[in-house]
């Protein structure tokens, strides 16, 4: 679906207002709290196995954490620099913000390499898309740089990801040609549906020093997600879900030994007291009253 592009939308401005926490970050530092919780209340060995677990989420999430540290959903901007080797200030307003005019003599072409079809990239892969300028004017051209942005399919003026600039600064004289590689990656955390995708080449006239802009690619394309690779909120998933599981097995093991030690405790045989019989009451002292008397009388006798 090819669209008419004036200008790009304004990009979100960021008004110095600390980023939230991503939900990973959040979420590893609750789950470290209570396993650390969980920790100080144990006893040994539990315990011990309890800050391995620390250790090991320490380290997880450092791993997961360095991928990002703010949360996605269309509002975080890459803000586009400058390439360091060039002397060139295209705008002091953004430029994908407010375009300028394009030349008519100026003719630019695209060709996305490893793609047999623009429609669709892989979220979190690198796109090489390679750009023709040729310069069909009587004056010369030099082209300034590429530059990109993600967009929402349905309004594209929600923007979604910006694409740094690649400074070019090559001078075109007339009738002559020139291709550039301008390199971009969709953010891996981004959700797969379509997107708009609008790349634009920056260039000025090098008598009249005024700046142009052609939007050579301006398409809804489809973002798909890797088959091969493991997002970060899907590792931190099977990551907690591993360190509950063992955390529940440590747990479960020292109640049933709790309860086997009670069990073993009660059904242990008690020392036997031995109790005499009695007979019914006052039989005994008559026997021995009985016995008594015979034995004082044959005494006696």
Known sequence: EERKLDRHPP???????????????????????VL???????????RAALILLLLLWATIGINVQGQSSTEDGGKRVEEAGEHPNSPTKISDIH?????????????????????SSAAGFVLGRKVHALVGIANNGEAG???????????????????VQNFSMYSVNRTLAAGEEASVLFKFEPRQR?????????????????????????????TTVNMTESDREIDNR??????????????????FHKSVTKVMKRGLVT??????????????????????????????KSVRG
């Open 190 to 218: 981004l959700t797969a549906r379509d997107y708009s995708l609008a790349l634009t080449v920056f260039y000025e006239d090098v008598l009249a020093k005024t700046q142009h802009a052609t939007t050579f690619f301006n």
């Open 36 to 46: 650390a919780i969980m920790a100080v209340a144990s006893q040994w060995p539990s």
């Open 11 to 33: 990009l979100p401005v960021n008004q110095g207002k600390r980023p939230k926490p991503s939900f990973v970050l959040r979420s590893k530092v609750g789950l470290t709290l």
């Open 234 to 251: 899907t590792f931190y998933l099977i990551s907690l879900v591993l360190l509950c599981a063992v955390t529940l097995g440590i747990v």
């Open 95 to 115: 430029p994908l913000t407010d375009l300028p005019s394009s030349r008519p003599e100026v003719e630019v072409d695209s060709l996305f390499l490893g793609h």
């Open 141 to 159: 051209l030099r082209v300034l740089g590429v530059m990109g942005s993600l967009n929402s399919a349905t309004d594209f003026s929600q923007f």
């Open 267 to 296: 059904s242990q045989p008690r020392g036997v007291v031995e109790v005499g019989t009695q007979g019914p009451k006052g039989t005994e002292d008559n026997a021995w009253m009985a016995e008594h008397n015979e034995i004082i």
